[in-house]
Nanobody
Framework: QVQLQEFGGGLVQAGGSLRLSCAASGRTFSTYAMGWFRQAPGKERDFVAAMTWSGSSTSYADSVKGRFTISRDNAKNTVYLQMNSLKPEDTAVYYC????????????????WGSGTQVTVSS
């Protein structure tokens, strides 16, 4: 029902910023909670951030609180991850995800996934 594609990854110096975008296609994008995950080679895919369909509630992993901000523009069918004060340990492939509720995204495996975008933070 929903297809997701991430954009905006790249190479950035430590302390810098990137904004990732996730373009959604399909029906009823605005009714889905959205989230971001990340995965480094050989490591588990970890939760980063999530937002309710309305944008009224957000959740963040402790490792990114105060540095990352998730947002969405339903008119553009796009969800964003603003990443500030980037650290080398933020290096990973970042995936956007969607499901019916934020709780499902946080605690379960979301139904829909993008293909990922590489973020590399150099020291």
């Amino acid at each position: 029902q929903v297809q997701l594609q991430e954009f905006g990854g790249g190479l950035v110096q430590a302390g810098g910023s990137l904004r990732l975008s996730c373009a959604a296609s399909g029906r009823t994008f605005s009714t889905y909670a959205m989230g971001w995950f990340r995965q480094a080679p050989g490591k588990e895919r970890d939760f980063v951030a999530a937002m309710t369909w309305s944008g009224s509630s957000t959740s963040y992993a402790d490792s990114v609180k105060g540095r990352f901000t998730i947002s969405r523009d339903n008119a553009k069918n796009t969800v964003y991850l603003q990443m500030n004060s980037l650290k080398p340990e933020d290096t990973a492939v970042y995936y956007c995800a969607a499901d019916t509720t934020m709780a499902i995204i946080k605690l379960s495996r979301p139904r829909y996934w993008g293909s990922g975008t590489q973020v590399t933070v150099s020291s």
